[in-house]
């Protein structure tokens, strides 16, 4: 340690000795919840190697000054509640395996939790319209999580594999060059994205289609109206369509013409500019005219 050099004279530690105090202070001390004890740890962890006092947590064999240095500075990332608990540890390693039993479980939990998420890797894939960028964070926090809890099995290149496995359809062409042309051995995870992203730029945007839940294709509106145009052209063609509303003409046995409409009834029609309508209605029938109406 720079501190204690023989060399360094005694003005040479009280500068060394300032910057490292200020360098100290400065640093960033996340508070540990109920969920975030994988990242808090490692934060801390990281905190405390650049304090030169990560061996305090690692080793019970050092100056006591060092050991109760380790305790304060685990203490700023801890709700208030838990100091005297940790105060009353013996030493720094026993108050930082006392906080991961907490949190982790015992072997037992901490194995059940380890098979679900390891399930949980082995399950993952692309959510509907999920980027290269979103799923990659979201499968390394996940094997990120997993060796936190002892399940050395999901390296890199574990996830590598998992992530050219699972990428959506337009993606297999690009993935299956990776597998023939790179070493999956040795990629790491931020060169795969950027070559996914790299091939990403050549796609063309695609419209995703929308299904129910039994797996029906479903159309929007203006996709229903445009394949089903010719169909209604064809019909009111065939219907006689136009501005009559759908009406068209039949001839009848006595000669005259018969004008239905779509509701099912029909008028009947000669060459007079006089419409006759008939209509049954019990056992006569009603004849009406233009100018009024008779019995038949």
Known sequence: MALNSPKSSGADKEVMQRA?????GNLVWPMLTRTN???WSAHVQCNLEGIYLWDAIESDKVERRHDRLAVGAMLRGVPEDMHAMLLNKKSAKEAWESLKTMHLGADRVKEVTAQKLLSDFEAISFKTSETIEEFA????????????LGE?????ARVV???LRVVPPRYNQVAVAIEMFCDVKTLS???LVGRLRAAEAW???????VTDKAGRLLLTEEEWMARNKS???NAESSSGGGKGGGKYIKKDQSGGRGVSSGGGSMAMTRASPEVVSRRRAGAGSVVSTGTGARNA
């Open 161 to 163: 594999k998992k992530f």
């Open 20 to 24: 490292w105090n200020q360098a100290a």
């Open 189 to 191: 995870i931020e060169e």
């Open 137 to 148: 964070m979201r499968i390394t926090k996940l094997a990120s999580d997993l060796r936190g």
């Open 152 to 156: 050395t099995s999901v390296d890199d």
């Open 203 to 209: 796609f063309e945007p695609t419209v995703e289609q």
């Open 37 to 39: 004890y994988q990242s």
């Open 231 to 233: 169909r209604m052209v």
